[in-house]
């Protein structure tokens, strides 16, 4: 089953936990993970993706202009209704906005009649309720969570659509 990770990354790091993240979706067996930048989308992937989650670097305590003009146009034509989604983010403080970014990506998706998931608690600890974070200079202390959220997004994706 083949699923996708989208990012827009400037300085690397959104880059990076968004491989991490489809790393984690490639150990269940099954599944066929894939990230992309949100410049070079492969459309025909992500139309036969089950699962898409997105990435962004935080700005202003927001995501980058470059995900929410996606969001807002060219999304629209890959058919994410249906889909399981996600989403995940990179800042550069602790509260600097990431879970808003993360809060404004999923309200996107509900719109889009995707149904958005995270593990939340159900899986216990570490507890990823709307989406991982890393900080940068942090890295590489929040790789093992990216790649458990990419595990129980792969785990749940299959669970509903096999």
């Not at 305590?61 to 983010?89: D, M």
């Not at 974070?133 to 590489?140: I, R, S, T, Y």
Request: charged share 20%; glycine share 12%.
């Amino acid at each position: 089953m083949k699923m996708t990770v989208l990012y827009h990354s400037k300085t690397g790091n959104t880059k990076q936990m968004a491989e991490v993240i489809a790393e984690g979706m490639q150990t269940v067996d099954g599944v066929e993970a894939k990230a992309f930048p949100i410049e070079a989308v492969d459309e025909a992937w992500i139309k036969e993706s089950k699962c898409v989650v997105l990435g962004t670097p935080i700005y202003m305590a927001s995501v980058c202009g470059v995900i929410k003009n996606w969001l807002e146009g060219p999304c629209k034509a890959y058919g994410l209704a249906g889909k399981i989604g996600g989403a995940f983010a990179t800042a550069n403080y602790v509260h600097g906005g990431a879970e808003l970014g993360i809060r404004l990506i999923l309200d996107h998706m509900l719109v889009y009649g995707m149904l958005t998931y995270s593990g939340g608690g159900s899986y216990g600890k570490p507890v990823i309720h709307l989406g991982p974070v890393a900080l940068d200079g942090q890295l590489e202390e929040s790789k093992d969570t990216f790649l458990l959220y990419g595990q129980r997004m792969a785990t749940k994706t299959l669970e509903i659509y096999q």
